[in-house]
T-cell receptor, first 111, second 113 residues
Framework: KQEVTQIPAALSVPEGENLVLNCSFT??????LQWFRQDPGKGLTSLLLIQSSQREQTSGRLNASLDKSSGRSTLYIAASQPGDSATYLCAVSGRDDKIIFGKGTRLHILP | DAGVIQSPRHEVTEMGQEVTLRCKPI?????LFWYRQTMMRGLELLIYFNNNVPIDDSGMPEDRFSAKMPNASFSTLKIQPSEPRDSAVYFCASSTRTAYGYTFGSGTRLTVV
């Protein structure tokens, strides 16, 4: 059974710093991995999607990497801003078409 | 495209009442998923459909929960009778294929008193 773990559960960093969020999964037989952002009381916004054959994806200040063999992904945020404060969720999908989520990392950027 | 549309956005109901949540997936998407989110358990997959057919409902908590997808553009999640522990945010998501990721609706916040 696929399990997704995100560490840390919460993180506070000063504005302007670079940071890394971690995601690990137990079954490496995945089709893709997706990072989402969720603001309080809101829905999920897709940030980056990495196919199983890819190693990384970039969008603006965000870079996500995938190491399928070790069951790990990282989300790198460069030059953090207060507007980046949110919960970041990692999700993996496999052959059975299910998408399994981690519990997220609550990020707070200090002005 | 308007994205995945869920209704209502908020629902407050009394224990024992029937609750129906609705979802309209993105046109052309052939997979639809219902999730429940709580602080304690995070996002849990309840059920998913492929081409309107339920594929896996192992996440449905108990018989009080049921879901239907009568056509490619509409799905419902029904709770009857509702209980306070059902209070959560319920999300619907759709996808064309697993390889292309998922799009989520804005969710329905359900409160059962």
């Amino acid at each position: 059974k696929q399990e997704v773990t995100q560490i840390p559960a919460a993180l506070s960093v000063p504005e302007g710093e670079n940071l890394v969020l971690n995601c690990s999964f137990t079954d490496s037989a995945i089709y893709n991995l997706q990072w989402f952002r969720q603001d309080p009381g809101k829905g999920l916004t897709s940030l980056l999607l990495i196919q199983s054959s890819q190693r990384e994806q970039t969008s603006g200040r965000l870079n996500a990497s995938l190491d399928k063999s070790s069951g790990r992904s990282t989300l790198y945020i460069a030059a953090s801003q207060p507007g980046d404060s949110a919960t970041y969720l990692c999700a993996v999908s496999g052959r059975d078409d299910k998408i399994i989520f981690g519990k997220g990392t609550r990020l707070h950027i200090l002005p | 495209d308007a994205g995945v549309i869920q209704s209502p956005r908020h629902e407050v109901t009394e224990m024992g009442q029937e609750v129906t949540l609705r979802c309209k997936p993105i046109s052309g998407h052939n997979s639809l998923f219902w999730y429940r989110q709580t602080m304690m358990r995070g996002l849990e997959l309840l059920i998913y459909f492929n081409n309107n057919v339920p594929i896996d409902d192992s996440g449905m908590p108990e018989d009080r929960f049921s879901a239907k997808m009568p056509n490619a553009s509409f799905s419902t999640l029904k709770i009857q009778p509702s209980e306070p522990r059902d209070s959560a945010v319920y999300f619907c998501a759709s996808s064309t294929r697993t390889a292309y990721g998922y799009t989520f609706g804005s969710g329905t916040r359900l409160t059962v008193v």
